[in-house]
């Protein structure tokens, strides 16, 4: 199934779909693709004496759960940073993402370790997440984190957290995007409080950006 607001394309000759909520649908698999969720960022900023907002391991969790009805996907794969920090283990963050387990027991969860994973520690074993270094490869399809990791496939990937100035006389608008190229597609961040990074594309590069309800084709 399509969600409203998304966007088909090409890619390796798969159908993927870009997602409004800023994440990939391969439909032929079934499979989800989320990028940079960085669950327990704002644990770790608390734990620095820094104030920041609390519920953005609920909100994330919900804009999963909408994604996964939506889609009817049975696998969601984390493309690195699934945590932010060694604060994410804190009992509040890990109690949210267990119980969001239960739930979701028959879903299979894969993640391609990222720079953020390596120093925040594996998650609990209880979410039973398939822990794989990148590139993990899928037929025609290599799952990364680092985008411009040496890879056998058409490469998937994020970290960048890519957004898109939209500008006119008068104002600029920042979007998250998507970053498709000739051989690897960068997918904005999925978390809410994860922040961006300006992207200048280069010639062969297409821009989608998400405005949270749909996406569009700005170059």
Known sequence: MTPAGSVTVEAAGERLVLLAQKAVFWPRERLLAIADIHFGKAAAFRALGIPVPRGTTSENLDALDALIDATGANHVLFLGDFLHARAAHVA?????????????????????????????????????????????????LSFCHHPDLDAPGYVLAGHVHPVYVLATRFDALRLPCFVLGPRRMILPSFGSFTGGHVVHPGPDERIYVTSGEAVHSVR
């Open 92 to 140: 509040g963050t890990q109690a949210a993402m267990l119980a969001w387990r239960r739930r979701r027991c028959d879903l299979i969860l894969t993640l391609v370790r990222g720079n953020h994973d390596k120093h925040a520690g594996d998650p609990a074993e209880l979410l039973a997440i398939d822990l794989v270094d990148e590139p993990w490869t899928v037929g025609p």
